[in-house]
């Protein structure tokens, strides 16, 4: 499957969350380690749900960028 994540820079790194699976997040220092984890944790994650039998959240979420004139 294929989840939108969402990467935000913080005031003293980055942090990662997936908006389909609640609880799944990752802070760093960089943009690419915080990737690098949220993809760790989200495959833990789905793995976690699947041995405990619990269903895996689809991955329903779509992102749009809108331009705004200011």
Known sequence: MRYLVVVEPGRIGWGAHV???PGCVAAADSRDEVIEL???ALARHISGLRAEGLPVPP???TAEIVSVDH
């Open 19 to 21: 908006p389909d699976v």
């Open 38 to 40: 949220i993809h760790d």
């Open 59 to 61: 991955a329903a979420a």
